[in-house]
């Protein structure tokens, strides 16, 4: 079929795509209408933790489909239960909210750290609600998400931006206590920002950002929706560092591909009361039986140290490129990394590398200067060998 057969007007246009439609997905592997397969080193922005159509995932689908799929938020299920409780069992945290997206449970985050600050208010009295975020992070596109957001020029996008959200600098300590005032409730954070250009908080920074937040009675939020679910090597990117923070969001790898997401908090935070929360599909039992295959999946012997040893030989690979084609080096946690290109070409290597025949390349390049790579977990070593000798083709053709 020919791509000017389909109907596309129906559809709001949102951003730039190329004229092509995928019809089939398995592993690292897409194949769009024409037949034409891709590797696929988006899955779907670091959604697709075990690749397209795991089975697991197939048969979670399928087995919960033909017992109930939405009973509504307002009555318990098994699957979620199941969910939340392994999600307990291999975290710091003791409660479980499920949500859809990402942005949403990233929304839940900011509504559980402000109602705390109204339970919790300064020495005046006053409610706190500020939440000291970073600049050049990345925590959604609902208004208040893009509010928490640091990402250049969201702040006047949908202008006026909900109020506040003041913005520290990654790394930087200092940066954070020069903005706390007895307005301040918490401070949140990706430890690695993935549209930022990959950048990780160091070790350093994240267990004294514990330590300060701990000592001013601040809450610390870990925003995980793209580091989260063993992307990093550990089930969580938080374990890296060996701190304990007080909420966790998740988005993305929870699902594998479905819509699920969760926030996650110590008990003394779960503050919520009836009708503060809340959501259509929240929690509901077809994406919750999904995000507990998942788990168990990422859980299973050996599987968490996979992908700790494939981001290693992602990472040599990456400083070979470096090495051959003049490069400025790499950078990352586990399987979340990036290339630093060093001049602006990131968006023609995208374009190059999606037009290769007779097989494609998909990449993503946050910022012209850089590339990041988001595989599934269970990528091959062949299939980073293979995207790496494809790559440098492209980057060769640019010279």
Known sequence: MEFSQYDIDSLLSITNRPELVFTEGR?????????????????????????????????????????IINPSPAFYNEPSIRLASMLTANSCFDRVFFANSGAEANEGAIKLARKWGQKNPNKKGEARYEIITFD????????????????PGWDTIFAPQVPGFLKAELNDLASVER????????VML???????????????FMRSLREFTEQRDLLLIVDEVQTGMGRTGELFAYQLSGIG????????????????????????????????????????PLMTAVGAAVLETLLAPGFLQHVKDAGRHLA??????????????????????????????????????????????LLNSPRPDLLRFMPALNVSFDEIDQMADMLSGVISSLD
């Not at 690749?51 to 017992?67: N, R, V, W």
């Not at 990706?190 to 350093?204: C, D, L, S, Y």
């Not at 946690?333 to 494609?360: C, N, S, T």
């Open 245 to 284: 923070p007080d909420i966790m969001t998740l988005g993305k790898g929870i699902g594998a591909g479905v819509p699920l997401s969760a926030m996650l908090c110590r008990e003394r935070f779960a503050v919520f009361e009836p009708g503060d929360q809340g959501g259509t599909y929240n929690g509901n």
């Open 27 to 67: 592993g690292m592997w897409m194949t769009d209408h024409r037949g034409k397969r891709y590797l696929d080193y988006l899955q779907g922005w670091a959604v697709n933790c075990l690749g397209h159509s795991p089975q697991c995932m197939l048969d979670a689908l399928e087995a919960q489909a033909k017992k």
């Open 190 to 204: 990706e430890p690695v920002q993935g549209e930022g250009g990959v950048i990780p908080a160091t070790n350093e």
């Open 179 to 186: 903005l706390v005032t007895d307005r301040t409730v918490a």
């Open 316 to 361: 040599e690979t990456s400083l070979r490129l470096t090495a051959k084609h003049g490069l400025e080096g790499e950078r990352g946690e586990g399987l979340l990394r990036a290339l630093k290109l060093g001049r602006d070409i990131g968006p023609q290597i995208v374009e190059r590398a999606r037009q290769l025949e007779p097989v494609g390349l």
């Open 136 to 151: 050049h992070s990345f925590h959604g596109r609902t208004l208040a998400t893009m509010s928490a957001s640091g990402k």
